[in-house]
């Protein structure tokens, strides 16, 4: 059974998902924070695509966690689909936190939302959230549960859904001159083509124009030119101070 809270900001009317799932089986994923569970009910059943499967953390005091990384690729996230576990209704949560970062290091926290108890097992709840920022790693924290008869949490499934973004949407366009300063001779290099090139003097007047096409990296020569500060700019929008003495 398919439960769809309009609980967190935005609910789609076309349909709750419109973007793609971001787990299977294969995708890393860790366990986060101090875990103890039995072992045929680890950290990575919660991924697995099996709801008859389920991760069971004996260590409530510091809620569920678990981190998923995506090898580099970066994705929006709106929404995420939890599914109760087989028995004991008590252990859910009600509490979750997701958390976003692109270097495995430092996390950004995306979303806190509620979870609404309910005796019911296998059910999945749908919550749709505002995000516009790409991730490559998720962290997840359930916390707090239904009942504390028991001192434990646990959760069949976690899926996210979002959208992929372009290698060009999110890798940083890195600009070098060297050396710098120099005495007008230098090389300019790029993590990505380089096209155009714009070298203009403090004032803005244009002193040297290139067209590297799809060069990565190239020597200028700016000898015989005056001493002082240049700014040299390429098609992609990057920028970097040149300093000639």
Not at 4 to 28: C, N, R, Y
Not at 109 to 114: C, E, F, K, L, N
Not at 217 to 232: C, K, N, R, T
Request: glycine share 6%; proline share 3%; charged share 20%.
């Amino acid at each position: 059974m398919i439960k769809k809270l309009p609980l967190l900001l935005l609910m789609a009317s076309f349909g709750i998902h419109a973007q793609d799932p971001l787990f299977d089986a294969s995708t890393t994923i860790t366990a986060y924070g101090s875990v103890s569970s039995p072992s045929a009910e680890q950290y990575f059943n919660i991924i697995d695509g099996d709801i008859e499967t389920k991760f069971l953390d004996f260590n409530y005091f510091d809620g569920l966690g678990f981190t998923v990384n995506l090898e580099g690729y970066q994705t929006v996230v709106t929404s995420m689909d939890f599914t109760t576990a087989n028995d004991s209704p008590e252990r859910d949560p009600t509490v979750f936190e997701i958390f976003g970062s692109n270097d495995g290091t430092y996390f950004t926290s995306i979303i806190v939302g509620d979870i609404v108890c309910d005796p019911e097992r296998f059910y999945t709840t749908s919550y749709i959230f505002d995000n516009t920022e790409g991730y490559s790693y998720y962290r997840f924290v359930f916390s707090a549960q239904c009942n504390t008869i028991e001192a434990m949490i646990q959760i069949a499934e976690v899926q996210l859904y979002g959208t992929a973004l372009a290698r060009k949407d999110f890798v940083k366009t890195e600009l070098k001159l060297f050396p710098n300063p120099n005495n007008g001779n230098f090389t300019i290099s790029q993590n990505e083509a380089i096209g155009k090139v714009v070298i203009t003097d403090a004032l803005g007047k244009i002193v040297k124009q290139l067209d590297l096409e799809n060069s990565f990296s190239h020597q200028i020569d700016m000898q015989g030119v005056e001493s002082g500060l240049y700014f040299v700019k390429t098609t992609t929008g990057s920028t970097q101070k040149l300093i000639i003495k």
